[in-house]
């Protein structure tokens, strides 16, 4: 295969994910950004979202976040299998200038309960009901967890602590009306030395540690993926499609 060393990335050039993440919406705003199931995911009537849409998803999950008091870097956990839920939360943490915290949706109890409480995290993105009923029983000894998520916007609770995803759009749309620069602002103050994730790895010996990336790992991460496969003629563009496997 022959080599090509006409792309070099520069730190200088580097974008915050949000950054780049606005950047696309604002070029391709009518074309495809995720394509699913629309009867396993209730999330779009086509099984289609474009760019636009999906911003106006995302922008909708930050301010919902935001109306709900998140500050700055706070850790919000993400406890999901792979959907077009988990991608929105993920942007909508990030452009809130949070930080997500990833748990794969089969830890047991006791692991879960160990990262929520290691990493501090206020609010929690839970896949479905069958996750949630792990996450009720530990509610009380999560010492920071202030409210958990359940991605279908259809879900009703008594309990004050669950919520809806449909709620959280309701709660940031109407937030948003007369707070709208205070999140343009929130997005605009992310640097690339924010954290963006934790990741969780299984430790060598006793419990997981959590791995933190920065804003410039993810965005030097896509970059030096992108000056590879360019090097060796395989370049990706806004016309190749990637298919979510895992969370």
């Keep these: 295969m ?50 636009a849409e999906l911003l106006k998803i995302v922008e909708s999950y930050a301010c919902g976040l935001m109306s709900h008091g998140v500050k ?34 089969n830890l047991s109890a006791v692991e879960t309960e160990y990262i929520l409480n290691d990493s501090k995290c206020r609010f929690l993105f839970a896949g479905n ?22 991605m279908d916007p259809f879900y009703e609770s008594k309990d004050m602590r669950i919520i809806s995803i449909g709620d959280l759009v309701r709660d940031g749309d109407n937030w948003k009306k007369d707070n709208y620069t205070d999140y343009l602002d929130r997005k605009g103050s992310i640097t690339l030395k924010d954290w963006y994730t934790i990741i969780y790895t299984s430790g060598t010996t006793g419990e997981g540690k959590g791995v933190i990336l920065t804003h410039f790992h993810g965005a030097a991460r896509m970059a030096g993926v992108e000056e590879f496969f360019n090097k060796y003629g395989m370049g990706i563009s806004e016309k190749d499609t990637t298919l979510c496997f895992l969370p």
């Excluded at 956990?77 to 929105?88: C, N, V």
């Design 2 to 51: 022959e080599e090509r060393s006409d792309w070099k990335w520069k730190e200088e050039d580097l974008k915050t994910i949000a950054e780049s993440f606005y950047e696309t919406c604002a070029r391709f705003p009518d074309r495809t950004a995720q394509i699913f199931n629309p009867e396993q995911y209730s999330c779009g009537t086509r099984g289609r979202v474009t760019w």
């Design 72 to 105: 700055h870097q706070d850790r919000i956990g993400i406890m999901s299998q792979s959907s077009p839920f988990w991608t929105q939360a993920d942007m909508a943490i990030c452009c809130s200038g949070c930080v997500s915290v990833t748990l794969f949706p």
């Design 129 to 150: 009901e069958k996750i949630l009923e792990v996450l009720i029983p530990m509610l009380d000894r999560i010492r920071y967890l202030e409210k958990i998520i359940v």
